[in-house]
């Protein structure tokens, strides 16, 4: 799996990424993104490099927390903006509820993923779009169901 | 030759009388991640408060609270770090370190490293070393939640640093060392003289070959956690004396180093170096070193 996967991986949020590929290195399954200072040093037998992406596995493309808030960052991303309370369950691997979301930017269409932002537009993970983000009634209703959050780096130390 | 009371006895011989020290949370906030205002008054709503500490930029200690500064959303956003007051320190006794090339001698976990990046505006470029790879993992981890894009992370020792044929304008060595009790509720049962001795020639050998890669005109940090004199004023009395090093006048919180080691008399520029005996922070040393020119 080359860095195509990268690229591949953003176009699912709607994202065509403007990012040189000879600046994406992989090392073990690991994508980073480099820079023309960095390049001369990462020449060498590196642990890690630069900007962390994310890793190719079984087919399967796992992005980094720094890729899915460079996402965010673009206008044109999937992304929902959810309360307070609910940020904080996402955060704890939690799913999103349709009336916890405030606001959808991008495409809400069932089976999409989105970015999943706080109330600062802070990327906090993504998910997965399983039932209607917006609309009447209760809104005890699935709307995303959680895929990765940076509740991570607390699971990765145990 | 080990045990509370002789540490305790050598401690007072150096001219400090021992107390037993509790220590306190501090965080440093990553300015490139967060405005420190904003980010105090995001804590207050959690219940966490925070203190400035007078002695650093970005340094804060934590009021106790039932909210675990590890367990935020602004942490898990990499908005601050968690770094024990004294460790934050060394970084901040560097010049200008924007777009400079930066060595971490003895990187992992990272939390230098990632206040080296915050330091440099993520400009420039940090080769961090360490030579044990689940180490390696956490400070990639620490990277990765505070997104820092400068650093390149290497399996290698620091006397192998040379490998890397690099000339660094500047270089960290938070050297390996035996810490100390103020951090270690085991200290006194588990470190012995020996010990000592062998982090002290390990130190020596960092130095030697981290001296062979600073630029002409770079600054080299040295710190340690060790209240031993062997980890600290006499390693730089060593480097003065055999690697052709200086050491400059540092402004920061701390005692001057001492001259005068069970009766052995040290360069006086040893002087300048700073030592913190525990109290307000954990133990600690550090001193900033220069390769001397030859008219010197």
Known sequence: MKATSVFNFASQFRVQLALDPDLIVEKNGRFFLINNIL???????????????????????????????????????????????????????????????????GQGKKGANTLVLNEFGECLGFGRIVGKLIGSGVGDELAVRNVSDIGDFLRRER | MSGKEFFINRYQSLGWKYREVKSRQAIRINSTNADDKKLIERLKGLGVNVEKITFLQSGYWVQPSKVSVGATAEYLLGMYSIQEAAAQIPVSLFTN?????????????????????????????????????????????????????????????????????????????DAPCSGNFASDNYWFRNRTLKNIEHNSALQKQILAKSVDCLDENGELIYSTCSLEPEEDELNMDWAVRNLQLSIDEINCYGERGLTEVFGKQLDPMVARCKRLWPGATQGFFVCKLKKRSNTQ
């Open chain 1, 39 to 105: 390049r001369p040093l990462a020449v060498r037998d590196f642990f890690y490099a630069g900007a962390y992406l994310g890793k190719a596995k079984e087919g399967k493309f796992f992005p980094s927390f720094i890729l899915l808030s460079m996402l965010a960052k673009k206008k044109e991303s999937n992304r929902v903006v959810v309360d307070k309370k609910s940020a904080w369950l996402f955060i704890c691997g939690r799913d999103i509820l349709r009336k916890s979301v405030v606001r959808v930017h």
């Open chain 2, 97 to 173: 370190l924007r777009s400079k090339l930066v060595l971490d001698a003895s990187a992992a976990p990272g939390g230098k490293t990632v206040q080296l990046a915050d330091a440099m505006q993520n400009t420039g470029a940090i080769a961090a070393l360490d030579v044990d790879k689940r180490r390696l993992t956490a400070l990639s981890n620490h990277l990765e939640r505070c997104k820092i894009n400068n650093t390149v992370v290497f399996l290698l020792d620091a006397r192998q640093a040379t490998n890397l044929n690099v000339k660094f304008d500047r270089i960290l060595i």
